[in-house]
DNA sequence: TCTGGGGTCCTAGGACCC
DNA sequence: TCTGGGGTCCTAGGACCC
C-alpha cells in the first residue's frame, strides 16, 4: 500500500497561515516575475481563475471579488515544505519526496490495521504542527493512490482522505475519474484516448495492452498496469542524482544592452554553481540561451543557446560565470529585445570524481577554499550579500515580486508579530 | 505594458562501426 | 539494375510532471 500526501493549494495555503484574515477569502500567488497565478485557494478557483492564467488579464477579476494576491515567496514555501516532510517521515522512513508539496510513503511495512484511521491521523497532525490542510490518498500502487487523494478532494463525505482497499473501490474511483485526471495523461494522450471514446479511467483499463503499448509506448503501459493494481513505478527513496541543472528567468522588461545581459547571465551562472556545491557536485559541459518574446508575433523570434565544454568538470563559480559570458558573447544579436536568458549545466558528476586536467591552469584548491567562504558568509549574511561584480549592482532587469509577503519562518528580521 | 521555472523519460532517426 | 544486417551512441523533439 501506498498513501499520496499532499498540501491543498500549497503556496496558497502557506500564505493563510501567517495571515489568518485571509481565511475564507480567494488568495492567489503569482509565478515569477509575478506573470501568472499558480496557485489559488478555494475561493480563488470558485470565482473562476484558472491554473497559470497571466496576471494582466486578471485585473478585473480581482478587483471585482478583492482577490488577495502574493508573489512567489520560495524560501517561505520551502521551509514549510521542509516541515511538513519531516512530520510524514516520522510515520515512516520509506518516504519519497515527490515535490515541494507532495510525496509518497510506502507503507508496507507499517503495522497500521485500519488505513483510514491512519489517513486521518497523518492530516490531524500535519494541520495541529504547521496549520497546513493536506489530502491522503492511500492504494496499492503510486497511480491508483493519486487517483484516490484526486477523489479524495471532490468528495463530499470525509473530505480530504480516501482509500482504495479492495477490488469494488477501485472500480468506483475509476469509473468516477476522468481520463484527464490519471497521472500521466497530458493534454495530447487525452485528446488521442477521447478519440477512441476512452472517456473515464474505467474505460482505459478496457484497451488492449498491445494498443496502449502501440500507441503510448511503455510509458501508457505502466500506468495500465498501475491502474490495474500492479506496482509498475520505480520507488525512488533517494532522489537519483541530478543529469542537469538550469538557473533562467525572464526579465521584468525586454532587455537590449549587453551588459544588463552580461549581470543577468553571470548571476544566474553564480546561482548554478552554488547549486552544485550544495550537491557536492561538478559540471563538466554548460550550455547558455537567450530568447525573445514568444509572445510578440509582430517581432522576429530569436532563440539561440551555445553548447560550451569546461576544460575540467567544475563547481566555482568565477569559472562558470567565464564561460557563461564567453557563451553570451556568442550568441549575443544586436537589434533584438530580449526577454529570457538561462544557464543550463549538465555532465554532472561528485566532485570527489573530478579528472584534473594535465594541464590546468587553474589553482582549484584555492578556489574551493574561496567558495566555501563565499557560501559561509553568504548563508550568515544572507543570498547574495558577497557576489562577482559583474553580477551587478542594480539589477534592473531583475525580475517583479511586487506582492511579496515575508520570510516567516526564516528570518529573524521578518518574524511573525501579534498585537495583544 | 503585462504570459514561470525546473525537471524527467521516451522515441525516432542519423552517424558510425564491423 | 544491383546496393546487408546488426549493433551502439548521440541528439532533437515530444510528452509529461509539479
Same mark, same amino acid.
Not at 497511480?143 to 477523489?151: D, E, I, P, V, W
Not at 537589434?335 to 586536467?357: C, M, N, R, S, T
Given at each position: 500500500?501506498?498513501?499520496?500526501?499532499?498540501?491543498?493549494?500549497?503556496?496558497?495555503?502557506?500564505?493563510?497561515?501567517?495571515?489568518?484574515?485571509?481565511?475564507?477569502?480567494?488568495?492567489?500567488?503569482?509565478?515569477?516575475?509575478?506573470?501568472?497565478?499558480?496557485?489559488?485557494?478555494?475561493?480563488?478557483?470558485?470565482?473562476?481563475?484558472?491554473?497559470?492564467?497571466?496576471?494582466?488579464?486578471?485585473? %478585473?477579476? &480581482? /478587483?471585482?471579488? *478583492?482577490?488577495? =494576491?502574493?508573489?512567489?515567496?520560495?524560501?517561505?514555501?520551502?521551509? #514549510?515544505?521542509?516541515?511538513?516532510?519531516?512530520?510524514?517521515?516520522?510515520?515512516?522512513?520509506?518516504?519519497?519526496?515527490?515535490?515541494?508539496?507532495?510525496?509518497?510513503?510506502?507503507?508496507?511495512?507499517?503495522?497500521?490495521?485500519?488505513?483510514?484511521?491512519?489517513?486521518?491521523?497523518?492530516?490531524?497532525?500535519?494541520?495541529?504542527?504547521?496549520?497546513?490542510?493536506?489530502?491522503?490518498?492511500?492504494?496499492?500502487?503510486?497511480?491508483?493512490?493519486?487517483?484516490?487523494?484526486?477523489?479524495?478532494?471532490?468528495?463530499?463525505?470525509?473530505?480530504?482522505?480516501?482509500?482504495?482497499?479492495?477490488?469494488?473501490?477501485?472500480?468506483?474511483?475509476?469509473?468516477?475519474?476522468?481520463?484527464?485526471?490519471?497521472?500521466?495523461?497530458?493534454?495530447?494522450?487525452?485528446?488521442?484516448?477521447?478519440?477512441?471514446?476512452?472517456?473515464?479511467?474505467? %474505460?482505459? &483499463? /478496457?484497451?488492449? *495492452?498491445?494498443? =496502449?503499448?502501440?500507441?503510448?509506448?511503455?510509458?501508457?503501459?505502466? #500506468?495500465?498496469?498501475?491502474?490495474?493494481?500492479?506496482?509498475?513505478?520505480?520507488?525512488?527513496?533517494?532522489?537519483?542524482?541530478?543529469?542537469?541543472?538550469?538557473?533562467?528567468?525572464?526579465?521584468?522588461?525586454?532587455?537590449?544592452?549587453?551588459?544588463?545581459?552580461?549581470?543577468?547571465?553571470?548571476?544566474?551562472?553564480?546561482?548554478?554553481?552554488?547549486?552544485?556545491?550544495?550537491?557536492?557536485?561538478?559540471?563538466?559541459?554548460?550550455?547558455?540561451?537567450?530568447?525573445?518574446?514568444?509572445?510578440?508575433?509582430?517581432?522576429?523570434?530569436?532563440?539561440?543557446?551555445?553548447?560550451?565544454?569546461?576544460?575540467?568538470?567544475?563547481?566555482?563559480?568565477?569559472?562558470?560565470?567565464?564561460?557563461?559570458?564567453?557563451?553570451?558573447?556568442?550568441?549575443?544579436?544586436?537589434?533584438?529585445?530580449?526577454?529570457?536568458?538561462?544557464?543550463?549545466?549538465?555532465? &554532472?558528476?561528485?566532485? *570527489?570524481?573530478?579528472?584534473?586536467?594535465?594541464?590546468?591552469?587553474?589553482?582549484?584548491?584555492?578556489?574551493?577554499?574561496?567558495?566555501?567562504?563565499?557560501?559561509?558568509?553568504?548563508?550568515?549574511?544572507?543570498?547574495?550579500?558577497?557576489?562577482?561584480?559583474?553580477?551587478?549592482?542594480?539589477?534592473?532587469?531583475?525580475?517583479?515580486?511586487?506582492?511579496?509577503?515575508?520570510?516567516?519562518?526564516?528570518?529573524?528580521?521578518?518574524?511573525?508579530?501579534?498585537?495583544?
Amino acid at each position: 500500500m501506498f498513501a499520496l500526501v499532499d498540501c491543498n493549494n500549497f503556496y496558497a495555503s502557506c500564505e493563510r497561515v501567517f495571515n489568518p484574515a485571509l481565511e475564507g477569502k480567494p488568495v492567489i500567488v503569482l509565478s515569477n516575475n509575478d506573470g501568472c497565478a499558480i496557485a489559488r485557494s478555494k475561493e480563488a478557483k470558485a470565482i473562476g481563475i484558472k491554473m497559470a492564467t497571466p496576471a494582466f488579464m486578471l485585473e %478585473d477579476l &480581482i /478587483k471585482e471579488h *478583492d482577490v488577495k =494576491v502574493f508573489s512567489s515567496n520560495y524560501t517561505l514555501y520551502g521551509d #514549510m515544505s521542509s516541515r511538513v516532510m519531516e512530520i510524514l517521515s516520522s510515520f515512516t522512513p520509506s518516504i519519497e519526496y515527490y515535490s515541494i508539496d507532495e510525496a509518497f510513503l510506502d507503507l508496507s511495512e507499517l503495522k497500521y490495521q485500519d488505513m483510514t484511521e491512519l489517513a486521518v491521523k497523518i492530516r490531524q497532525t500535519i494541520k495541529q504542527y504547521t496549520g497546513l490542510p493536506v489530502t491522503v490518498g492511500i492504494a496499492p500502487t503510486k497511480t491508483l493512490a493519486k487517483l484516490a487523494n484526486r477523489f479524495a478532494k471532490k468528495k463530499k463525505l470525509t473530505p480530504g482522505i480516501h482509500c482504495l482497499l479492495d477490488p469494488v473501490q477501485i472500480q468506483e474511483v475509476l469509473d468516477h475519474s476522468k481520463i484527464s485526471e490519471v497521472w500521466g495523461i497530458g493534454r495530447q494522450h487525452e485528446k488521442l484516448l477521447l478519440r477512441h471514446h476512452v472517456k473515464t479511467a474505467g %474505460d482505459f &483499463i /478496457k484497451l488492449p *495492452d498491445e494498443w =496502449v503499448r502501440k500507441n503510448m509506448s511503455v510509458v501508457g503501459q505502466r #500506468m495500465l498496469n498501475e491502474l490495474c493494481g500492479i506496482p509498475s513505478i520505480k520507488w525512488e527513496d533517494q532522489p537519483p542524482p541530478k543529469k542537469g541543472m538550469c538557473t533562467s528567468r525572464s526579465f521584468a522588461y525586454l532587455v537590449t544592452s549587453k551588459s544588463e545581459l552580461q549581470e543577468a547571465v553571470s548571476t544566474y551562472a553564480a546561482n548554478v554553481a552554488l547549486k552544485l556545491r550544495r550537491e557536492h557536485s561538478c559540471a563538466g559541459h554548460m550550455q547558455v540561451f537567450l530568447q525573445t518574446s514568444p509572445f510578440n508575433n509582430e517581432k522576429e523570434l530569436y532563440i539561440k543557446s551555445v553548447d560550451l565544454d569546461l576544460p575540467v568538470p567544475t563547481n566555482i563559480s568565477a569559472e562558470i560565470i567565464h564561460y557563461a559570458l564567453k557563451g553570451l558573447d556568442i550568441i549575443y544579436k544586436t537589434g533584438f529585445k530580449f526577454l529570457k536568458a538561462g544557464v543550463i549545466v549538465i555532465e &554532472i558528476i561528485p566532485e *570527489d570524481q573530478v579528472q584534473h586536467g594535465l594541464f590546468d591552469t587553474v589553482n582549484r584548491e584555492k578556489n574551493n577554499r574561496l567558495m566555501a567562504a563565499l557560501d559561509n558568509v553568504n548563508k550568515t549574511l544572507g543570498k547574495d550579500m558577497v557576489r562577482f561584480a559583474v553580477q551587478g549592482y542594480e539589477k534592473k532587469w531583475k525580475l517583479k515580486a511586487a506582492y511579496l509577503s515575508k520570510r516567516y519562518t526564516t528570518n529573524y528580521k521578518e518574524l511573525l508579530t501579534i498585537k495583544i
